[in-house]
């Protein structure tokens, strides 16, 4: 090891994720790689003579890892201004109704796109995993200075739109990572298809799944408001077959089709009963929570301790500014904190870091502060009281925008 490339970089706290914190602790990098974290003494004898950078008052910890979110939706943030429409669907519509008025692309859709990327970067999350239906996104990898996956989903559910979209797919390059909406607006063997092009290119698959609860009387029964919806927009043509159990199962339904596995990220996952949760864990489905969307939306709870005790860490996603005023994992996990108060609060901080990097298929290089991962640092103040490792993840899961994070320079 060049003594020259080391660096140690010592706090109060280093909070791992992987493993407990560590008092007076340290993380030794080199060369943007995390070599070593351990006890700042246990380095100090390891590496003699390697200057230590101090962070008094602080804990370290892991970058962020925003699991979902729409950028291209950022010039939108007015909508959540507005009053509850008192629907999923009515919000939908009003959701339309911006986009067709302000527009889809364009500077002022690139310039809010941007301005979020840079408010992320800023409060510590160095992954993204987006969503769009332009290509918004993959514009904005380059201007990025962690890691962002821009993922276009597709959307179709009548019978005549699989062929139309199977044919936009098949132009796409293998760089371009391709998903479907939901199960309620995308066709099942236009969904298979997409699975089966995640599975060969080796990406994630990340889907919208039982977000309203309306979903469950459409894929149980085709009918209710999601119907009605998609029959005015012209797109129920009566192909669409409800799930053969007639239970409106959302993780039941995506089983049956084939698209349950380790890769795919299902988004929301508010209304699923007990059975589908045990599904979920037994086929390793990842799962990502949104907290701060469901409260605007009005969607409901996730069913956060059973996820977890079903062996399940969750990512947290921010969704966007047209369903969330504030796009912070901080306030994400503070949100859920108050919605979950029996939940321990190093769990939720490891879904704000691992869940998310995992979610990704991003945990061998984000999530944990572990050797071989990326040296992505954050230094973040800490107050007096937190004086043990729970008072610290206490902390950094209540502390909300108050966090201020500051990156280390690796």
Known sequence: ?????????????????????????????????????????????????????????????????????????????????????????????????????????GEAAETAAGRVLVEQYAGGVSAIGDIGNTRLGRALTARFPGTLLPFREYLGLAAWTVEKNLERLALEGDEALCTGHAPYSTHPRLLQQLKARAGRLGHPFPIHLAEPAAEQEMLGRGTGELVEFVRARGF????????????????????????????????????VDADEIRLLADRGVKVCLCPG??????????????????????????????????????????????????????????????????????????????????????????????ATAAAVHAHLVTAGDAAAPVRIPS
């Open 1 to 105: 090891m060049r003594a020259a490339a080391l660096s140690i970089h010592t706090a109060p706290w280093v909070v791992p994720v992987s493993r407990p914190p560590i008092a007076d602790g340290g993380v030794a990098v080199s060369d943007g790689r995390i070599v070593a974290v351990d006890e700042a003494s246990a380095l100090t004898e390891r590496f003699p003579g390697i200057a230590k950078t101090a962070h008094p008052g602080s804990a370290l910890t892991p970058a962020l890892v925003n699991a979902h979110t729409h950028l291209e939706l950022s010039h939108l943030a007015g909508l959540t201004d507005e009053p509850y429409p008192g629907s999923f669907t009515a919000w939908i519509s009003r959701l339309l109704e911006w986009r067709d008025r302000l527009g889809a692309t």
């Open 293 to 386: 969307s469901n409260r605007l939306l009005r969607t409901g709870r996730a069913p956060v301790a059973a996820l977890v005790a079903a062996g399940i860490l969750p990512a947290l996603g921010t969704d966007s500014l047209a369903s969330n005023p504030h796009l912070s994992l901080w306030r994400e996990m503070q949100l859920l904190s108050e919605d979950h108060p029996g939940i321990d609060p190093a769990t939720i901080f490891a879904m704000a870091t691992r869940g998310g990097a995992e979610a990704l298929g991003l945990g061998d290089r984000y999530g944990v502060l572990e050797p071989g991962r990326q040296a992505d640092l954050l230094a973040v103040p800490l107050p007096p009281t937190a």
């Open 236 to 271: 129920w043509d009566g192909s669409f077959q409800p799930s053969a159990s007639g239970d409106g199962g959302s993780v039941r339904y995506l089983d049956a089709l084939g698209l349950l596995d380790e890769r795919t990220l299902c988004v929301h996952v508010i209304h």
